[in-house]
């Protein structure tokens, strides 16, 4: 996973999946869905994060460079 780290829309895409599916599964089945929503929530998170952490750095090398 680390090496190949799932896209932004990849992730949603799951998540969505995942939602679409939620209304019509038992207690238990309901219970392993969240789990796995929940990490790809983590996930998307992490996406999102790293996204604005690299546009940022970006941002401040190209501010270090016009001085």
């Given at each position: 996973m680390k090496e190949?780290?799932?896209t932004v829309a990849e992730v949603t895409s799951?998540?969505?999946?995942?939602?679409v599916g939620l209304p019509d599964t038992g207690a238990k089945k309901t219970g392993a869905l969240l789990l796995i929503a929940g990490r790809l929530r983590d996930q998307l998170e992490e996406g999102i994060m790293a996204k604005a952490e690299q546009q940022e750095n970006m941002e401040a090398e190209s501010r270090r460079k016009a001085n």
């Open positions: 190949n780290p799932l799951m998540t969505m999946s995942l939602a």
